[in-house]
């Protein structure tokens, strides 16, 4: 749950990144994408009744009409008005609603279907609430397998309802890293070498030991990492699914993970600051902290007024690939203006958009092929030099795709409360799976657990 | 001389909880003119000049005026309706001897002790399915129901409208509701004002209702914004204390003026209760 | 008189409106709730009725019995104090010497007026451990070293969540405490003047007993209120181990969260049940006491 909020607060920053971008472009048509709007051969029977038909896209027809989105996410008011400087016979209506209260909005609207939207927007925290509902068109049937065929696998997979179908679809990856001030780097670990740096801490014991060793030469001041709480986000998706048929399923992998941030509190390793709080966004600031486990969108937390941080960071791979929320936008199924819908999803999926959208605002691609095509030749202006595309998509691959689920996120976050307590207060791992179970049996009585 | 020590022993006690009264207000107002690296590392005390910076990124996601805006709207119609119709059967109940008149008042009186939660879920699902979501109707009618205005306004009615009004008003023609809407309502002016400063205190107060009626960003109530504004601004604290300042300052400046109304009213009214 | 009789049946429109809006705006929808009660339903698929599985469900819901214990700890640890603290600041501002009353009247009332939301918002980033004033206070005056993480332990968010609530009605609850001494006959005080009774001892054996009505009322409007707690402590969260999660928050937490609209309803009435219960004990025993 907590992704939301982050999220929500990369707002000001982004939104005014894209806005500016916006203003300034004026690409219409011109570098059109040669992959996702032409290849689409044969547009479904879906599309009969409206007048823009999706075979017309670049050539034929321009579109024409309005569209109604609602997201949570001031950031896709760029993707919007892209969309629109493209298309200059469409108007979208975004519809902005941050805050916690945007799903039950959103439930009420579509359960109602009165002032239902064209195009909603579903976090990664609750998308796995929505998937198998029935307010959700379905993308295959409408020629969306094609769209996301060079994607990264788990971006795709996490749009598809249980029977396989497309049901939304991502602009970005969301993939993390351990972001690092290449001064604190060099004083502590000896070295500023993305490669380097990534190799020193490519297991969890390799970074309890040099923890250890960071907080013994600071005395006790600094410390390598943040939270020993980042390895649930690090974890969550390199595990089995938490309910398989039925029936609540704890990896035995959670074991070891535990146990590991009991030593690294233990031994002092992080510095107990909670993601997004205060003191986590000065330690990522000052350098008091090493190695801050971040993922890309979250760039706009280091403060680069005036251009101090230019060039300032690195990012190293975590000893495994993990990610941090994600929008998908889904298309209402009742919606009058699906072909329409359908157009702005096409453009929200091609590499025309979304290397724009990672040279303005640093939001990784969902594709490869941007991934690929940038490799060498995108630069951050947080990271200066380095190829900062490289490690992000290392990882992102190695990611399993797994499509999601309605129980997934809740229970992840009720693990991850209950877990955290446990290693605030040195609970033994057999207390903290009690614990937990009797919470998740509340919550949901029809699920097994044993 | 020990008369003056206990004297200055009771001054300095309500001092000390004035001063615990206007602190985090104080607190609030100084915290929110400060850059957010200021408010995470030092203790503030004066005040900085930061102010329309963070308005500023408050401003670009929340309209904090419009909620404002929404909320006194809602407040004062709600609380027309509301005194109006406490008013008038306050009023049925004292001056007609209708048959049922003694078990319905009990009625009335009974629908007190439903706490307020009990029919939320069934609320939402039937404004729901007259199509009210979303808009201020389910917000404004249930003040026509308000038990205990009514009780207000009958013991008011009982001891202060005479039943000669009345009478002489039928003399001159008038129909009932006119001689309710043009002779007596006026008399019971001082009632009405007391039941308008609870109804209102109340409805401005309100927030689990707005809070899953409404979705518009345009439409929504201000403690549904400031509820919001800790999810929407994680680590943007000075956005979140211009928020606060906002919804606090302008209740400040009324309540300097209107002080003594305010709390006369509620001590009136606490005594009919 | 004789007009009046032949008028009677007009108070029936005078009072229908209120009939009329408690049926669509009050009885429908709690009826509705229990309706909900007995189904399954989670707003994405239509409902089915699953009996009294609900309730079953409830009984044994520790997390429910938790909400209700919670209620119950907060309940008392902001009404004692906020009582105290109001009936002694009505005692104090009823006496005649004092100076400003109605600065002090109105600067207590204040907080009342800020809508109960607001004041959990500020509680809780004046408590914030990392950016809160409270603990840079503590921090330069010397009290503590390391700033306290007060979220994080049942006890202080419980305390802190009483905070806001004392905070929020002890001027309230004075004001009402003042209205009733100001009921009683000058008379009363002038005779015990006479009798030589001390200032404490006019406090307890003359003013407190005449205005017991008055401390009744409040006692069991706050027992109402505290029992339905809501806004101020969902703006805390709920706390270590769910130790600040009142009753109503497990409910909206159940049914416009968990979208188990059908278990809400079902927590709903025994939200019901229980402040049922507590009301009549609290009538009960005010009345014996007479």
Avoid at chain 1, 140 to 147: N, T, V
Avoid at chain 3, 219 to 228: A, E, M, N, P
Wanted: charged share 15%; hydrophobic share 45%.
């Amino acid at each position: 749950m907590k992704t939301k909020k982050w999220l929500g607060l990369s707002m000001t920053t982004v939104l005014a990144a894209g806005m500016l971008a916006a203003c300034g472009s004026n690409n219409n048509g011109g570098n059109a994408s040669p992959s996702a709007s032409g290849s689409a051969p044969s547009s479904p029977a879906s599309s009969a009744g409206a007048s823009p038909s999706a075979s017309g896209t670049d050539a034929s027809k321009p579109l024409e009409g309005n569209l109604v989105l609602w997201t949570y996410f001031d950031g896709v008011k760029g993707l919007a008005e892209q969309f629109m400087a493209k298309n200059p016979g469409v108007k979208v209506d975004v519809q902005i609603f941050p805050g916690d209260q945007y799903q039950t909005k959103l439930m009420s609207a579509l359960q109602t279907g009165k002032e239902a939207p064209d195009i909603l927007d579903l976090e990664r925290g609750y998308i796995g609430k929505f998937i198998d509902s029935k307010y959700l068109a379905d993308l295959s049937s409408m020629g969306a397998e094609d769209l996301v065929k060079d994607y990264i696998p788990y971006v795709q997979a996490l749009g598809r309802s249980s029977d396989d179908k497309l049901r939304a679809i991502a602009d970005t990856s969301s993939p993390g890293g351990f972001w690092y001030l290449k001064d604190t780097a060099k004083k502590y670990l000896g070295t500023d070498d993305p490669d380097q740096i990534s190799d020193m801490v490519s297991s969890w014991d390799k970074i309890i030991e040099l923890g250890k060793k960071v907080a013994q030469d600071s005395g006790g001041k600094e410390h390598l990492m943040e939270n020993a709480g980042d390895l649930f986000d690090i974890e969550a998706y390199n595990t089995q699914p938490w309910v398989q048929d039925g029936k609540l399923n704890i990896d035995p992998k959670w074991k070891d993970i535990y146990e590991t941030q009991l030593k690294i509190r233990q031994n002092n390793v992080d510095a107990k600051l909670a993601f997004m709080s205060a003191g986590w966004g000065n330690a990522l600031n000052d350098g008091s902290v090493v190695l801050t486990a971040m993922p890309a969108w979250a760039g706009f937390m280091i403060d680069n007024k005036d251009d101090k941080a230019k060039g300032k960071y690195g990012v190293a791979k975590t000893p495994d690939g993990y990610y941090s929320g994600g929008t998908y936008h889904a298309i209402y199924d009742k919606s009058k203006n699906k072909d329409l819908a359908y157009e702005f999803i096409k453009f929200a999926a091609s590499e025309e958009w979304q290397k724009y959208n990672l040279d303005t605002t640093g939001n990784m691609p969902g594709t490869s092929k941007v991934f690929e095509a940038n490799m060498t030749t995108y630069k951050n202006a947080f990271t200066g030099d380095q190829n900062v595309l490289q490690p992000f998509y290392d990882m992102v691959k190695s990611i399993p795709a797994t499509k999601p689920d309605k129980y997934g996120e809740d229970i992840l976050s009720t693990w991850r409360k209950v877990a955290s307590d446990g290693v605030t207060n040195n609970k033994s791992y057999d207390d903290v799976v009690a614990s937990f179970k009797k919470e998740v049996k509340n919550t949901f009585p029809e699920l097994k657990v044993d | 001389m020990s008369k003056y020590i206990t004297r200055g022993i009771l001054y300095l006690f309500m001092i000390a909880v004035a001063v615990t009264c206007l602190l985090p207000f104080y607190s609030m107002i100084i915290t929110s003119t400060h850059t957010n690296s200021d408010i995470a590392r030092k203790l503030l005390l004066i005040p900085g000049d930061q102010f329309m910076e963070n308005y500023s990124r408050l401003k670009e996601s929340v309209n904090i005026w419009r909620g404002f805006a929404n909320t006194v709207f809602i407040a004062v119609v709600a609380t027309a309706i509301n005194v109006y119709f406490a008013a008038l059967a306050g009023y049925g109940f004292s001056k007609f001897n209708f048959r049922l008149r003694n078990g319905l008042f009990m009625f009335v009186l009974g629908t007190m002790m439903i706490p307020g939660q009990l029919g939320i879920i069934g609320f939402f699902k039937l404004m729901e399915s007259l199509n009210m979501l979303n808009t201020y109707w389910p917000l404004i009618l249930p003040a026509i129901h308000n038990a205990f205005g009514i009780f207000l306004m009958r013991q008011y009615a009982d001891s202060s409208v005479p039943t000669e009004i009345l009478e002489s008003g039928r003399i001159d023609g008038y129909g009932e509701f006119q001689i309710f809407n043009r002779l007596v309502l006026p008399i019971m002016t001082p009632a009405l004002a007391t039941l308008a400063i609870f109804s209102f205190i109340g409805k401005w107060n309100d927030f689990l209702t707005p809070m899953i009626i409404l979705f518009d960003n345009n439409l929504q109530t201000l403690p549904v914004m400031i509820a919001s504004l800790k999810s929407q601004f994680t680590s943007d604290f000075g956005a979140q204390y211009v928020g606060i300042v906002i919804s606090v300052v302008p209740i400040l400046v009324f309540f300097a003026f209107m002080s003594k109304r305010i709390i006369n009213g509620v001590a009136a009214g606490a005594v009919k209760g | 008189m004789g007009s009046k009789i032949n008028k009677s049946y007009y108070g029936y429109f005078f009072v229908a409106p209120f009939f009329i809006g408690f049926a669509v705006f009050g009885l429908a929808p709690i009826l509705y709730t229990l309706y909900l009660s007995f189904m399954k339903w989670d707003g994405f698929t239509d409902p089915v009725y699953v009996g009294i599985a609900n309730y079953t469900r409830l009984l044994h819901d520790s997390f429910f019995y938790q909400t209700i214990g919670n209620t119950m700890i907060i309940w008392v640890m902001s009404n004692v104090p906020q009582l105290i603290i109001s009936l002694l600041l009505a005692l104090i501002l009823n006496e005649k010497f004092i100076r400003g009353k109605h600065f002090f009247r109105a600067v207590y009332f204040f907080p009342h007026m800020v809508t109960a939301v607001t004041l959990g918002v500020i509680f809780s980033l004046m408590f914030d451990w990392q950016t809160g004033s409270v603990n840079k206070l503590l921090m330069d005056i010397g009290l503590i070293h390391d700033p306290i993480n007060w979220f994080n332990s049942p006890w202080w968010s419980r305390t802190i969540a009483s905070g806001v609530i004392v905070w929020q009605y002890f001027g309230m609850n004075m004001i009402i405490l003042i209205a009733g001494l100001q009921s009683i006959p000058n008379e009363v005080y002038e005779a015990a003047e006479i009798d030589g009774a001390t200032k404490p001892q006019v406090a307890r054996y003359i003013t407190l007993p005449m205005i017991r009505q008055v401390i009744l009322f409040v006692f069991i409007t706050s027992v109402i209120g505290g029992l339905q707690l809501f806004d101020a402590p969902l703006m805390l969260g709920d706390g270590p181990g769910n130790s600040v999660r009142t009753m109503v928050m497990y409910l909206y937490e159940m049914a416009f969260k968990n979208y188990d609209y059908s278990y809400g309803a079902a927590v709903a009435y025994g939200i019901f049940v229980i402040v049922m219960f507590f009301t009549a004990l609290t009538a009960r025993i005010t009345r014996t006491k007479e």
